[in-house]
T-cell receptor, first 112, second 113 residues
Framework: GQQVMQIPQYQHVQEGEDFTTYCNSSTTLSNIQWYKQRPGGHPVFLIQ?????EVKKQKRLTFQFGEAKKNSSLHITATQTTDVGTYFC????????????FGTGTRLKVLA | KAGVTQTPRYLIKTRGQQVTLSCSPI?????VSWYQQTPGQGLQFLFEYFSETQRNKGNFPGRFSGRQFSNSRSEMNVSTLELGDSALYLC????????????FGPGTRLTVL
């Protein structure tokens, strides 16, 4: 079946360091979404990427969608303690099936 | 506007029982998706409903079922509960178009003893 893998599984960084999580799909995606889940909370939508090679920025966060639409990345510049949480990518399959396969998630811990 | 609400927030059941969870989407949203979240398996897609019709289904046994009402509220039912069904069950509402963000509810924490 379709799989979406994320690496790394865990990441501990010092406050101020950069952080990147990578998302890889076994099949071509229609679009990809990114979510953040704080400890004890629920996933919160961050952004959606639709076009091949698309790059979007939100303040210190940069999101990229690969040319082949099979991979994506989230990069955080100069992490802050408020960035703590688990970051998930969610890929929508081609064909307009409205079914999102969530990645395995990357848990980020920021040390002050 | 009000967010996604899920009831109950916490539930304790015993093996063999059945359970019904409820999700009220954001007003105007016609799509409701259900996910199971466990530490070992992450977020797994159960099914998605749009305008009272199941549009997509994940790889869960038939014990897991759902429905959606005309007001877009959705229910999920799990029959013959097993220990492995203990999880956080999340619903997400969206407009249901090709590219629409999902808004998650706070979830229902189900514990099966």
């Amino acid at each position: 079946g379709q799989q979406v893998m994320q690496i790394p599984q865990y990441q501990h960084v010092q406050e101020g360091e950069d952080f990147t999580t990578y998302c890889n799909s076994s099949t071509t995606l229609s679009n990809i979404q990114w979510y953040k889940q704080r400890p004890g909370g629920h996933p919160v939508f961050l952004i959606q990427l639709v076009k091949s090679g698309e790059v979007k920025k939100q303040k210190r966060l940069t999101f990229q969608f690969g040319e082949a639409k099979k991979n994506s990345s989230l990069h955080i510049t100069a992490t802050q303690t408020t960035d703590v949480g688990t970051y998930f990518c969610a890929g929508a399959l081609l064909g307009g099936t409205y079914k999102y396969i969530f990645g395995t998630g990357t848990r980020l811990k920021v040390l002050a | 506007k009000a967010g996604v609400t899920q009831t109950p927030r916490y539930l304790i059941k015993t093996r063999g029982q059945q359970v019904t969870l409820s999700c009220s989407p954001i007003s105007g949203h016609r799509s409701v998706s259900w996910y199971q979240q466990t530490p070992g398996q992450g977020l797994q897609f159960l099914f998605e409903y749009f305008s009272e019709t199941q549009r997509n289904k994940g790889n869960f046994p038939g014990r897991f079922s759902g429905r959606q009402f005309s007001n877009s509220r959705s229910e999920m039912n799990v029959s013959t509960l097993e220990l492995g069904d203990s999880a956080l069950y999340l619903c997400a509402s969206s407009l249901g178009t090709d590219v629409s963000e999902q808004f998650f509810g706070p979830g229902t924490r189900l514990t099966v003893l």
